[in-house]
């Protein structure tokens, strides 16, 4: 809301005057300097707890799935970066897209993206993923996820090791630590 | 209890099997091959439901192991080919049905064998083929709204979805 407005200020609704206190706090906590020195303390932890609990969705398409699974097996043992598989895309942060996407498939992934909660990633796993790998002409298959999600890591190999795939997701981890977003007063 | 040639204990062989076959529809089977596990035969269009129902009904088949297709253009011809079970016997019929390339029409088995629905809804999502009194003859792999039959080899594949 416009500042100009404070004059008038004995004419406002109830609900304009809640915007308009809000936006001069927020005015005034960003141009003190208080919303960077905030976000000097929290971004480091927010960074910290995003990079050690991005839960990826445990969704499988195809043999990369059977890698993502040795990953999470004990001998790789990934939960102990904090990859812990869950069901629901309500719960999960991380989208690994594991296999060719069929053109019947693509609105169901768009789908399940679109459900995650922000802050959200996703890592392109494998050739298919990537490109559309060996189907790349087939009649059904889409050339590559990234024409409809944006992609923030790709893992190639056809399938990647599980060595791979975790070495992506420290990729992922380097991505959220550089990025060091503060979230102070922000959407 | 398996005799020497793996069959059943009193079970029949694809000979005589094939000879039922070929006895009871002279005009429109046509039986190429034949060994102990296994019958060849090509079957005309319109006999198909009835030569079906009595290998069902009569010679014990209890099985659709899987349906296919096959196109040739430049015969303008395409083929629906069968493959019939019976454990019993331990024969394999492979069945195979000509239909004209342009009206690619057949009868429906399945409502003989329910495990043929499946396979006869991939059948016409792939080759495009009509199997006539199918009870839900819809797309099953492709999308909803698909106007291409992929396995047709006229399809040009390499398009960009």
């Not at chain 2, 083929?79 to 454990?87: G, K, P």
Request: proline share 6%; charged share 25%; with cysteine.
């Amino acid at each position: 809301m416009d500042l100009r407005l404070a004059p008038n200020a004995i004419a406002m609704s109830a609900q304009e005057f809640m915007a308009w206190s809000r936006d001069v706090m927020e005015q005034l906590m960003r141009a003190s300097g208080a919303k960077k020195a905030i976000d000097k303390i929290t971004a480091p932890i927010w960074s910290w707890a995003l990079r050690n609990a991005n839960y990826p969705l445990h969704f499988g398409i195809a043999c990369c799935a059977l890698e993502m699974a040795a990953a999470s097996a004990p001998r790789y043992d990934a939960e102990r970066l904090g990859m812990i598989f869950r069901s629901s895309p309500r719960q999960t942060d991380v989208l690994i897209v594991n296999g060719w996407v069929t053109a019947k498939l693509r609105p169901d992934l768009r789908r399940l993206y679109e459900q995650m909660a922000e802050p959200r990633w996703v890592v392109a796993m494998g050739e298919c993923a990537i490109s559309g790998g060996p189907w790349y002409d087939s009649y059904n298959t889409v050339q590559g996820v990234d024409t409809f999600i944006p992609v923030d890591v790709y893992i190639p190999g056809c399938p990647p090791r599980p060595e791979a795939m975790i070495d992506g997701f420290m990729k992922l981890h380097k991505k959220i630590n550089k990025e060091m977003k503060g979230t102070f007063l922000e959407e | 209890m398996k005799n020497r040639d793996g069959l059943a204990e009193g079970g029949r062989t694809g000979g005589t099997l094939a000879k039922d076959i070929a006895d009871k529809f002279p005009n429109h089977v046509k039986i190429t091959k034949i060994s102990p596990n296994r019958i060849f035969a090509v079957v005309d269009r319109l006999a198909w439901l009835q030569v079906a129902t009595f290998m069902k009904e009569s010679l014990g088949f209890e099985h659709v192991t899987s349906v296919g297709g096959v196109d040739w253009p430049d015969q303008n011809l395409m083929q629906v080919v069968y493959h019939i079970t019976s454990y019993a016997n331990r024969v394999t019929a492979e069945m195979i049905v000509d239909v004209p390339r342009d009206s690619p029409e057949v009868d429906s088995i399945a409502l003989l064998w329910g495990g043929a629905n499946w396979h006869e809804r991939e059948t016409f999502d792939m080759f495009g083929i009509i199997f006539k009194g199918h009870p839900k003859l819809e797309r099953i792999l492709t999308p909803d709204g698909t106007d291409y039959f992929p396995y047709r080899k006229d399809f040009v594949g390499g398009r960009r979805i």
